[in-house]
Every structure is written in structure tokens, then in C-alpha cells.
């Protein structure tokens, strides 16, 4: 189908991984990912606990990853070690700067991965010891750093380490999947494209709103984060669609991509035509 060397080594059929959108992407939506041959990722975002990672956990009996949120699996008694103990592929902890986390994973086994936003961010985990960093440019959806976009980052991050790095950011179609593969990426770190699907934990309102929507529709901010009490870092804003396209108040995340969204479409069949495609793409301006 599509691969690449860093998708190859780790068993993968195809270099898709979901990103790990706390409250849109559970279990099933993790095996629906791994089912078709990427890696599914159950994401543990703002208000996880031990006792909503086990509630995920019974959808996947495959490979599956685990992302957390730095902030909250250190105020959290007991969630770090849950996720060890549950022996994912692939832990993710991303929005810190103590990565004395990663020592701990590999002495479980388990290989690693942290967003980065610039280049020396990309360099320390490097250094710590972290085996794939992901370049989240400044397009995606939900929290991050707003610094620049996709492309650009990928370039600086891949000059700088010699890790895999996936590319994450407004990569929704089959060109800016081609883009960021031809460009070096080992794989694609996919959020938005995924969260209107049936599998994911979205909310039907914030699934119209997503298939409704246009690029121009989404902006950054942190009021939902203030209004909700969440201790956020203030250098982490989200991304989220604008009120204007929302039928209630609640936030919903979204990066520049969600204009590719055109229906419900199950997680298997998106990463099946994105990947098909952005071969279809590559073997077209290599030949």
C-alpha cells in the first residue's frame, strides 16, 4: 500500500498514526486505525484518570499507543504507571519539559514519541532518549504551540535530529499526505481528518460542525481553557473551530485541514483513500 522505512521497522502497513485528541479519540476509534494497518492511539487529554484510560483499554486488543498530556498525568497519582502497565506500542507525553518519563518507558519496553515545535525542542527530546518526535506545525488543531506551520517546521526539525519524525498539522488529503512524505516525514500524525469519523468519541453536533466547516473556520485561542478552569500552560492556545460555526458553546477542536472533511466517513476508509492516493501522487512525480 504505502510505507516508509520508520513505518516498516515498527510493523506498520501504512505511516498513519492517530494523534491522541483527548475526548475524540477512544478505543474503537484506536482499533479502527490499527485494523487498517496504522497505529491507533488512545488519547488521554485534560480531565483523564486511570479509570477513563481502563474504559478505553477494552476496545483494543491489537497494537494501539497512549497519549498524555504532561500536566495532567503529573497531577494524576497513578496514571503514568497505568499506561506502563498496560504495555501500549507507543507512549506519547507531549506539553512538558521533564522527560524523565521516557527513562521509564524504554525500561517497560515501550518505545516513545513527544510533539516538538521547534528546533530545540526537537533536539532535548532527542537527547532524552525520545524515538520519534512529531513536528505539529501551527495549522493543527487542538493545543499547541503557534509558531510556524507543517512544512517549514518539518524541514528545520529533520536537519536538526537523526530520530523519525512524523509530520502533524492540517494534513488531510492525499497531496498534503504525499507533501509531508516526499519532504522526509517517516509518517503523518492525523487528527482533525479522523474526528468526524463514526469511531471517534466526537459528539454529533461537534461532528456536523466539523463536516460543515471551512478551512478559514477555525481560530486559536485559550478562553475555553480559562472558562473551564484547565491549568493550561499559556504558551499551549487550541485550536478550534469559531462559535460562529458551533451550534453550542463547548470548544471544539479543529485544525486548517477540517475543510477536507466532507462526510462520516469510517476511520478505515479515510486512511485507506489518503494513503492510496498520496501513493498514486509520489509515484506520479517520481516517474
Known amino acids: ?56 483499554l477494552r476496545y483494543v486488543s491489537e497494537r494501539f499507543g497512549i497519549g498524555l498530556v504532561d500536566w495532567v498525568m503529573r497531577s494524576q497519582p497513578g496514571l503514568l504507571d497505568d499506561a506502563l502497565a498496560a504495555e501500549p506500542d507507543l507512549l506519547s507525553v507531549s506539553f512538558g519539559t521533564d522527560l524523565s518519563w521516557v527513562e521509564l518507558a524504554h525500561a517497560a519496553g515501550i518505545a516513545t514519541a513527544t510533539q516538538v515545535y521547534d528546533v530545540i525542542g526537537a533536539r532535548r527530546a532527542a537527547d532524552a532518549g525520545v524515538d520519534v518526535l512529531v513536528a505539529r506545525g501551527a ?15 518539518l524541514d528545520a526539525v529533520l536537519d536538526a535530529v537523526t530520530v523519525p519524525v512524523l509530520a502533524g498539522g492540517a494534513i488531510a488529503s492525499p ?13 503523518a500524525w492525523l487528527g482533525t481528518r479522523l474526528a468526524a469519523c463514526p469511531e471517534a468519541l466526537t459528539g454529533d453536533s461537534a461532528r456536523s460542525a466539523l463536516i460543515e466547516a471551512a478551512a478559514t473556520d477555525t481560530r486559536v485561542t485559550r478562553d475555553f481553557d480559562i472558562a473551564a478552569g484547565l491549568p493550561w500552560p499559556e504558551r499551549f492556545p487550541s485550536r478550534v473551530l469559531a462559535e460562529s460555526v458551533v451550534a453550542d458553546d463547548l470548544p471544539v477542536d479543529a485544525g486548517q485541514g477540517v475543510g477536507m472533511i466532507r462526510e462520516a466517513t469510517s476511520a478505515g476508509t479515510v486512511i485507506e483513500e489518503l494513503c492510496e492516493g498520496a501513493k498514486s501522487l509520489l509515484t506520479r512525480w517520481c516517474g
Open 1 to 56: 500500500m504505502l510505507a516508509t522505512a520508520w513505518s516498516r521497522a515498527f510493523g506498520l502497513r501504512v505511516p498513519i498514526v492517530n494523534a491522541p485528541m483527548g475526548g475524540v479519540a477512544g478505543g474503537r476509534l484506536a482499533a479502527a486505525v490499527t485494523a487498517v494497518g496504522g497505529l491507533g492511539m488512545i488519547g488521554m487529554g485534560s480531565t483523564a484518570t486511570s479509570e477513563s484510560l481502563a474504559a478505553e
Open 139 to 153: 495549522e493543527g488543531g487542538g493545543h499547541g504551540e503557534v509558531q510556524v506551520g507543517t512544512l517549514p517546521l
Open 175 to 187: 497531496r498534503s499526505l504525499a507533501a509531508v512524505l516526499a519532504a522526509g516525514a517517516a509518517g
